[in-house]
């Protein structure tokens, strides 16, 4: 029941953005400017409930779906998160259920999560020095120590674990050196990722991006050459080895866009699907699914045998005021 759409790329991943609330206020993602104490986030009701999510996916896996991935928000931030993916589990036990998460409240969580089935675990930590990740994130409470421990845990635990580091000109790039290092040391591999136009409230700015082969010449100016490793095709990151054989990723959006392979459907923490990090568009799942369910598989066929999108490759020709959805609404 294969459905492609209109540059033959299927649907494999579905990322779902279990709320929109966070810990953290990453100047990238939440600005506290936007996201302040006055911030009105969605109540329980607007969010779909853990059966609507495991009947969703339930209506994907005939499509040919492999992957999901939990995200926020930070998704730890939502209760009881380990039933959903047991639901997940019992689906199928090939699939492929990830969780994207900040870090710093999943020592706590994780024994539940892999014993629910939990395929692996993806952390943000965008600096090793606690004062620039403190800044970044906005917060004042978590120490990037925090976040390197739940790292250790995972490999203590035998959890595969890989970490996310947003790379941002003049705020972190003096960081990139401390995290690979720092990743070494723990034996798990980071993507470096380029500073993305998601959304409306980060102020992107094209000058601020620090790109893929900027920070490989970075890593290179210590470790020497870095030779490219060949992934499979419809991975975000791809991957370099340095002399010592560690591998690390870099995910360029910005300069090396990925769209012609993008095989992912987003879900936004209140219902919404988007077929593009970047789309204006979306469509509204949540009615679909609590007023006639039994629409679902045709609802989706039809968004996705339209879509078209290809933001990434042709970003100078958009209006710089689209109105794209925020990183923390459907999730990265």
Not at 293 to 298: E, G, I, N
Request: proline share 4%; hydrophobic share 40%.
């Amino acid at each position: 029941m294969t459905v492609l759409d209109m540059l033959q790329r299927p649907i494999e991943d579905i990322r779902i953005s279990l709320t929109d609330k966070c810990n953290f206020r990453c100047t990238y993602c939440m600005p506290k400017s936007v996201y302040g104490r006055e911030y009105k986030f969605l109540p329980r009701s607007e969010l779909l409930n853990f059966e609507e999510l495991r009947f969703l996916v339930q209506e994907l896996l005939p499509f040919g779906l492999k992957k999901v991935r939990l995200t926020g928000g930070e998704p730890l931030l939502r209760k009881d998160i380990e039933h959903l993916v047991h639901l997940f589990r019992e689906l199928s036990d090939d699939l492929d259920i990830a969780m994207t998460t900040n870090g710093v409240l999943l020592k706590q969580a994780l024994p539940k999560l892999v014993n629910a089935g939990l395929s692996r675990v993806t952390i943000s930590l965008d600096a090793v020095e606690n004062e620039i990740f403190q800044s970044m994130a906005d917060n004042q409470i978590f120490s990037s120590q925090d976040v390197l421990d739940s790292i250790a845990f995972c490999k203590q635990n035998n959890v595969p674990a890989k970490v996310n580091a947003v790379i941002r000109k003049g705020v972190n790039e003096h960081q990139i050196l401390p995290l690979i290092k720092a990743m070494m040391d723990l034996d798990v591999e980071i993507r470096f990722i380029e500073f993305m136009d998601v959304g409306q409230t980060n102020n992107w700015n094209l000058d601020e991006v620090i790109t893929g082969a900027e920070i490989r010449k970075i890593i290179s100016s210590e470790f020497g050459e870095c030779q490219q490793v060949q992934t499979k095709p419809s991975a975000v990151a791809r991957q370099w080895k340095l002399a010592n054989d560690y591998v690390f990723g870099c995910i360029e959006s910005v300069s090396e866009p990925f769209c012609s392979t993008c095989s992912r459907l987003r879900l936004s923490a209140n219902g919404r699907l988007y077929t593009c990090l970047f789309s204006e568009e979306h469509h509204d799942i949540k009615n679909v699914i609590r007023t006639t369910p039994s629409d679902v598989q045709t609802f989706i066929s039809s968004i996705w045998s339209k879509r078209r999108d290809r933001y990434s490759e042709l970003r100078a020709n958009f209006d710089a005021q689209q109105k794209k959805p925020e990183m923390s609404f459907i999730g990265g």
